[in-house]
């Protein structure tokens, strides 16, 4: 009797374990189905305004030029993908596209659609509300919230060398010429560190909401400021007030 008892418990066991899996099996399933959905109404949406949109001025050539770079690189991406991490991947990267054409249609001027969903990347970088211009190591770099024929080059907020880069339209895409090594990094940190110093302060942008997201998180590159105050000879740029007034509060806490 103990012995049937003993069996029949073993199988109760085995079967609620064959059950518990194959149940895990199946959310895992339609978790996985509903991403790959998401993330594919995403890309068609993306593929139907890069098909649909045209035009010759600069700004919109440029912006399509990159959504369209975004489609495949989200296609790609959905070919390859197998796991929920991987679609959602590529979700982003379609709406990283979208966000590019719906830039061109506001450089079309026409209706530039529903709002998107907020991108990861994005997250805490704000946007520029007024125009802005420098000189950098002897060249000028303008930035604005509206495109025109000086700001043909749209990006939708990120980060650069982990600062964050508010979206707007820029005089030349600087954030990807200076990924490189060496001198094309140091211009970068330059033209960020110029760009949105507190002398191009916007009383109109959310500081909080931007401090809580990560613009504290600059705090860290105080270092590297000394380093590229030391290799550039010194002066305003060096030591200090590079390292300290970008990373150390006026950029990382003040007002854009």
Same mark, same amino acid.
């Given at each position: 009797?103990?012995?049937?008892?003993?069996?029949?418990?073993?199988?109760?066991? &085995?079967?609620?374990? &064959?059950?518990?899996?194959?149940?895990?099996?199946?959310?895992?399933?339609?978790?996985?189905?509903?991403?790959?959905?998401?993330?594919?109404?995403?890309?068609?949406?993306?593929?139907?305004?890069?098909?649909?949109?045209?035009?010759?001025?600069?700004? &919109?050539?440029?912006?399509?030029?990159?959504?369209?770079?975004?489609?495949?690189?989200?296609?790609?991406?959905?070919?390859?993908?197998?796991? &929920?991490?991987?679609?959602?991947?590529?979700?982003?990267?379609?709406?990283?596209?979208?966000?590019?054409?719906?830039?061109?249609?506001?450089?079309?001027?026409?209706?530039?659609?529903?709002?998107?969903?907020?991108?990861?990347?994005?997250?805490?970088?704000?946007?520029?509300? +007024?125009?802005?211009?420098v000189d950098v190591q002897g060249q000028t770099f303008r930035?604005?919230?509206?495109?025109?024929?000086?700001?043909?080059?749209?990006?939708? /907020?990120? +980060?650069?060398?982990? +600062?964050?880069?508010?979206?707007?339209?820029?005089?030349?895409?600087?954030?990807?010429?200076?990924?490189?090594?060496?001198?094309?990094?140091?211009?970068?940190?330059?033209?960020?560190?110029?760009?949105?110093?507190?002398?191009?302060?916007?009383?109109?942008? /959310?500081?909080?909401? /931007?401090?809580?997201?990560?613009?504290?998180?600059?705090?860290?590159?105080?270092?590297?400021?000394?380093?590229?105050?030391?290799?550039?000879?010194?002066?305003?740029?060096?030591?200090?007030?590079?390292?300290?007034?970008?990373?150390?509060?006026?950029?990382? /806490?003040?007002?854009?």
């Open positions: 009797m103990e012995l049937l008892l003993v069996a029949v418990l073993v199988l109760l066991l &085995v079967g609620a374990l &064959v059950w518990w899996r194959r149940e895990r099996a199946a959310r895992e399933a339609r978790s996985l189905a509903d991403v790959r959905a998401d993330a594919q109404r995403w890309y068609e949406r993306l593929g139907g305004q890069v098909m649909n949109l045209h035009g010759d001025d600069p700004a &919109v050539r440029q912006a399509l030029v990159d959504a369209g770079e975004r489609y495949n690189a989200a296609g790609s991406q959905l070919e390859q993908a197998r796991t &929920v991490e991987q679609y959602r991947l590529a979700r982003e990267t379609a709406l990283e596209g979208l966000t590019y054409a719906r830039a061109a249609r506001v450089a079309l001027g026409i209706d530039p659609g529903p709002e998107l969903p907020p991108l990861a990347a994005a997250q805490g970088a704000g946007q520029l509300t +007024r125009e802005r211009q930035a604005g919230p509206q495109p025109g024929r000086d700001t043909p080059y749209y990006y939708p /907020g990120g +980060r650069y060398q982990g +600062r964050p880069v508010p979206a707007g339209w820029y005089s030349t895409p600087w954030w990807k010429t200076a990924l490189g090594a060496g001198a094309g990094v140091l211009g970068g940190v330059l033209i960020a560190d110029a760009l949105f110093s507190p002398g191009f302060a916007d009383p109109g942008y /959310g500081y909080d909401a /931007g401090y809580q997201e990560g613009f504290g998180d600059a705090s860290g590159y105080g270092d590297q400021g000394g380093e590229a105050g030391g290799e550039l000879g010194g002066g305003d740029v060096g030591g200090g007030d590079f390292g300290g007034d970008f990373g150390g509060g006026d950029f990382g /806490g003040g007002d854009w």
